[in-house]
């Protein structure tokens, strides 16, 4: 089965300052990738995902960016970190590419100062 | 047409009770309908989840109940437990959207002994 990693688990940055969150996946070979954020322990909103090595697609206009240099790593970044930027961020893995479900990682949780 | 909208936002039961908890969806595309539970300061973990083609899908003391015309569905947990007390998210994916998954906004239950 598989197993996603994420670091770090926690992180404090000031405002304008660049972030770079990553997330690996064991056990599995060309899974779909995603980036989430939750806010407030609620709503997780879809931020990016990608089907293969360097193909990403963005859900929603931001101040951030995902990349995805290998089959089974998952890049979050950003330039210059706003406020609003805080959050819980949790990479997600699915099998396949059929409807298969849709597992987790451990999650970060970024505090913008 | 992408919402999904989940109630209540919050839950109290007794131990031994009934936990119900409901999501309506507008998208007729739908077609795919996890349901997850999460702890708190961790990620989302898949607890079960349905496709359109049938009405009910029981596993252990949860099971998912499916309305089609109603665009319903609900999670129920019989015999509530007090470590059953967590965030639980109903979600809906279309096949054609690589997995994306749209979530509900959450119901918190708390399960007294």
């Known amino acids: 089965s598989q197993t996603i990693h994420q670091w770090p688990a926690t992180l404090v940055q000031p405002v304008g300052s660049p972030l770079s969150l990553e997330c690996t996946v064991e056990g599995t070979s060309n899974p779909n990738l995603y980036w989430y954020r939750q806010a407030a322990g609620r709503g997780l909103q879809l931020l990016f995902y990608s089907v293969g090595i360097g193909q990403i697609s963005s859900e929603v206009p931001q101040n951030l960016s995902a990349s995805r240099p290998q089959d089974r790593q998952f890049i979050l970044s950003s330039k210059k970190l706003l406020l609003s930027d805080s959050g819980f961020y949790l990479c997600?893995?699915?099998?396949?590419?059929?409807?298969?479900?849709?597992?987790f990682g451990p999650g970060t949780r970024l505090t913008v100062t | 047409q992408q919402q999904v909208k989940q109630s209540p936002q919050s839950l109290i039961v007794q131990k031994g009770g009934i936990s119900i908890i409901n999501c309506a969806y507008e998208n007729t595309a739908f077609d795919y309908f996890p349901w997850y539970q999460q702890f708190p300061g961790k990620g989302p973990a898949l607890l079960i989840a349905i496709r359109p083609d049938v009405s009910e899908k029981k596993e252990g003391r949860f099971t998912i109940s499916f309305n089609k015309s109603a665009k319903q569905f609900s999670l129920h947990i019989m015999d509530s437990q007090p470590g059953d007390s967590a965030t639980y998210f109903c979600a809906a994916s279309k096949g054609t959207s690589y997995g994306k998954l749209t979530f509900g906004q959450g119901t918190i239950l708390t399960v007294h002994p």
């Open positions: 997600a893995c699915r099998l396949g590419q059929g409807l298969g479900e849709q597992y």
